[in-house]
Every structure is written in C-alpha cells, then in structure tokens.
C-alpha cells in the first residue's frame, strides 16, 4: 500500500478524475476539523516506535561485539545473517497482527542490520576504510525497502549514505584515518560540491513527483537538497576567508563528473519537472544559474574570494527569500522555515561582522542582542504569514 | 508479506551476500605471500580498534616527481613481488603487470615521498584492548599473510610471527 499523505491522495484522485472538486473540498475540510492530537498519535506511535528499532539495533551490535572476539569467522557471519532474519521474521509477525506502524520501524531495523552487517563483514576480512562499496551496497538496500513500504524515513537514510559513498568512491589520497573523512570534506572531495549536489538533489526531487511509486520520496529528498545548499553557503557568508575555504576546489575527474551530472539533472529538472508557471521556472533557472555560476567562480578563483564575497552574500540572501517565496507557492512550509533560517542567519552574520569592526564591543552586545529580539519577532511574525498562506 | 517488500528482503540479503564475495573469492583462490610490516604511528579509531600496516618492500620505492605526480592524479600503483616468506620487491608501475611464476601484484596508491600504500590490506581489525601490543610487535618480526588474486586485489588473512 502507498504511504502518503491523506491531502496528496486527494490531489492524486482529483487528477485521476476518480474525485469532483467539491468532494474533494468537503473531505479536506473534514480532514481540517480532525483535532490535533488525533491527527498526531500516528506520526508519534512512528517516531517511538523508530527511535525503539534504533535503541534495539545499537544493543543487538553491542551485543555481537562483545562476543566477537571468540567467534571464528564462519560463526560471525552467520550470526549476522541470523540477527537479520530475526529482525524481518518479528516484522512480519507483527505486520501480520495488524500494527502496520511498528512493522515499518522493524523493517527499518532490518535496513540498519543490513548496514550493520555490511561493515561488520568489512570488519572482518579488513577490507579497507574508505570501502565505497559497503555505503553503496547499503544505499540499494535502503531504496529497495523504501520503495517497497513507501517510507519516507529509509528515504531520509538514502542520502546520507549516497554521499558517503560517493565520497568514498576512489579512496582518497590522505593517510588513512584521515581518508575517511578528508574524502568527504577536503578540498578534493565532496566538500565544495555540497550546494551543487543540494541542487542536483532538489532536482531529482522533482523529478520523482512524475513517478508515483516514487512520490513519497520527493519531499524528504527535497528538504535535504535544500539544507545541502543552504547550510554551507549561509556559513560561508561569514568570512571571504571561509568562503575560500569552503568552495576552493582541485577540480579532480570525480568532482568534474559530480558537476556535470549536477547540471544535467537540474536542466533536466528545468526542462521536464512541474513547476507552477513558467516565471517560476525562469526564476527557478535563474536560481540555478546564479548558483553554479558563483560556486565555479568561487572555486576556480579562490583567491579572488575577496573580491566577490560583497556579492555572494547579497546572492545568499536573495537565494533565501526566493526559497521563502518558492516554499509559498508550493505550498511546502518546510521550503518557506529553511528560507527564513537562512535569511536571518545571514542577517545575523553580517550583523556581528560588521559591527565588532565598527563599534566599541559592548554597545556591539547591546545593540546585537536589541537586534536579535526584534529580529525574531520578525521572523516569526513572517514566518506566520507565509505560512497562514499555504494553509487551506 | 507483500510481493514487494519480498522483492525488498531479497535484495537486502543478496546484498549482504555480494559483500562477502569478492573477499571470499581471493581467499579462495588467491596466492598467499607473507609481507613484512612497518612500525606506523597509530591513529584515532573510527570503525573499531584497528591497528595501521605498512610494508617495508613499499617504501621508497617510487622517483619523487612521479610519486608526487600519480599522488596528484589519483594513479594506481602496481608493485610487483615475489612468493617468499618474507616477499621481496621485484618492481613498481602504472600499469597492471603480469607477473612471472613466483610473482604476484599487488594495486596501492603513491603516499607521494616515493612510498606505496595498499589501501586494501592497509588495517587489521581487531579486539578491543589488544591493538597495543600488535603495534608494538609490528616491524621486522611480525609478517602479514595476506592472499593476492590476479588481477592485484589483496585481502589480509592476518598477522604472524616471522
């Protein structure tokens, strides 16, 4: 059965012409009288009982572990693979007595065992610690459950370990514990692409709403595409230096590949994703352009970065009240808080920047925390109308 | 069960099987030499207590410009050795070769001062709370049994006195 959300289903029906206009009406106003807590017990009964599935997978580990040491080979492996059939034997079971809610964390247990299992495994033939392979492996793992049930939580674990294996992909150059990271972080990895795979991923997640098996996915990868652009351009706003430091990049194959690949997906995205109007796909183009145009300037001349840091705050913040406007017109509340954060983040920066420059530091605190306060009301205050105008 | 989350289940375990594969492919069939390992600084462990190899027939082994060149371009190393206990070094390249009877490769990366990592058989896990006395034995008396297929992948079976 499809997981979705009841106002997703009702979108869905009205397209398919299986639901008149005014039906739909009445049962999303029906929807809307539903008290709160009613509406919230499913979302609660999940979150519980994922945090219980994760409590039981880190003790099942510990567990193992603390046999380990006497298990030959043979044995460890087939304790892994004993612990995983467990797992999806009690999901079954449980399936079965109808708490669909609890199955689903239990088979998000299993897709952690699985990862569990893989790296376990790695552990014990030593295979190398930027094994690519295991986060790959896991991730195939992750969106075959995830398609199967719909679960927006094994879509969550998807990027994660997309990244991670993407990061790790090709070993690293560093000496070896430093791998593990340095592939992700340097200035040779995934580091300076973060935005640009945000955007790739953002496009993906349009891209996936034409696919119905495929819809629940879109949101959550949505969200994290959004962060992936957001978080490191809001932070690189605090400094030429970071911003140096942030997207200077070596340009390697991989990070060529992850570029080109990029762009592919958004201007596929532009070219064939929905979107509502064609001014929003132009300012969505130009969003994208704007963004793959700074990035690449700022990280093919990252010496100059002083020279265009002035503009890349002022694009920063534009960016985050185009996403305000754009989570509004998709009606995404989620789109509209990252816009808000991130506006005022910048806002804040720029403001404790400035002002330690130009002021005596005390009066800098007074007038910052002044500011602060009333910016929050602000905030908030927007924030409330934005979303007042998504709600139905 | 729906059909789908079966279909799911399959692969989940399909997946866990495909992991132990390759490693159970050269352990199998690969040839089994005997390194000798290098005293190496120990590191912050990340993935359980591991202990960190070197190997004495990979070091200083590679001219400095090219060193620094395959380090700077991501250039896989092949060093070639023989099947003695302890294995001696008979050459390094940038292209697989193919090694005579007696011989095996084995594929690493350029650590850039003219030395040879190998990634794969770069780390041995194991308990916790023994690592210590492993990197304190690590050197001229301790070798790595390690077994090599082919085509120069290497799988580290473990770790015995000279």
């Known amino acids: ?392 | 069960m729906s059909r789908r989350i079966l279909v799911a289940v399959c692969i989940q375990v399909f997946v866990m099987g495909l992991v132990l594969v390759p490693p159970l492919m050269v352990r199998a069939t690969g040839t089994v030499v005997y390194l000798e390992t290098e005293k190496m600084d120990p590191r912050a462990l990340f993935r359980g207590d591991y202990v960190i190899l070197g190997y004495t027939l990979a070091q200083n082994i590679l001219p400095q410009q090219q060193a620094s060149e395959a380090r700077r371009k991501f250039i896989p190393v092949f060093v070639t050795m023989t099947t003695d206990r302890p294995a001696r070094f008979v050459a390094v390249g940038f292209e697989r070769p193919q090694p005579k009877e007696g011989q095996v490769c084995i594929v690493g990366r350029s650590r850039g001062q003219g030395s040879v990592d190998f990634p794969q058989i770069a780390q041995f896990f194991v308990p916790e709370g023994t690592g210590h006395a492993i990197e304190q034995a690590r050197g001229a008396n301790l070798l790595a049994k390690v077994a090599v297929s082919d085509s120069c992948k290497a799988l580290l079976l473990g770790l015995e006195p000279r």
């Open chain 1, 1 to 392: 059965m499809t997981d979705i959300k009841a106002r997703e289903a009702i979108e869905l029906w009205l397209e398919a012409g299986l639901l008149d206009p005014a039906k739909a009406g009445q049962l999303t106003a029906y929807l809307d009288a539903q008290p709160r807590s009613a509406r919230g017990s499913g979302r609660m009964v999940k979150i519980v009982s994922v945090f219980g599935a994760v409590l039981i997978g880190l003790g099942l580990i510990l567990f193992v572990a603390s046999h380990w040491s006497g298990m030959g080979h043979s044995l460890r492996i087939g304790t892994l693979f004993l612990g995983y059939a467990t797992v999806a034997i009690a999901a079954v079971a449980v399936g079965r007595r109808g708490y669909e809610r609890v199955a689903h964390s239990l088979w998000f247990l299993a897709t952690l065992t699985v990862g569990a299992n893989i790296f376990l495994i790695g552990q014990i033939f030593n295979l190398s610690l930027t094994f690519w392979q295991g986060p790959f492996l896991w991730l195939l793992a992750t969106l075959s459950m995830g398609y199967a049930l719909s679960s927006r939580v094994h879509a969550w674990l998807a990027i994660p370990l997309a990244l991670l294996a993407l990061g790790w992909l090709g070993g690293g150059e560093v000496w070896f514990t430093d791998d593990q990271l340095a592939s992700l972080f340097s200035d040779y990895g995934l580091r300076p692409l973060l935005p640009l795979l945000g955007l790739g991923l953002v496009g993906l997640a349009l891209l996936v709403q034409r696919l119905p098996d495929w819809r629940f996915a879109s949101g959550t990868w949505q969200i994290w595409g959004v962060l992936l652009i957001a978080v490191p351009l809001v932070l690189a706003t605090a400094d030429d230096d970071l911003l140096d430091l942030m997207f200077k990049m070596r340009f390697t194959t991989k990070q060529w590949a992850i570029i080109a690949a990029c762009g592919a997906l958004t201007g596929l995205t532009l070219w064939t994703g929905r979107f509502a109007s064609t001014s929003n796909r132009l300012l969505a183009a130009l969003a994208a352009v704007l963004l793959f145009g700074t990035l690449l300037l700022a990280s093919a001349a990252p010496h100059d970065a002083a020279g265009i840091y002035p503009l890349f705050v002022i694009l920063v913040f534009g960016l985050s009240l185009w996403l305000c406007w754009a989570g509004v017109t998709a009606a995404r509340p989620a789109l509209v808080n990252i816009g808000v954060g991130s506006a005022a983040s910048v806002v804040i920066i720029q403001y404790f920047s400035w002002s330690m420059r130009l002021m005596d530091r005390s009066i800098a605190f007074i007038l910052g925390g002044l500011v602060l306060i009333l910016l929050s009301i602000w905030i908030e205050k927007q924030r409330r109308r934005l979303l007042a105008r998504i709600a139905p």
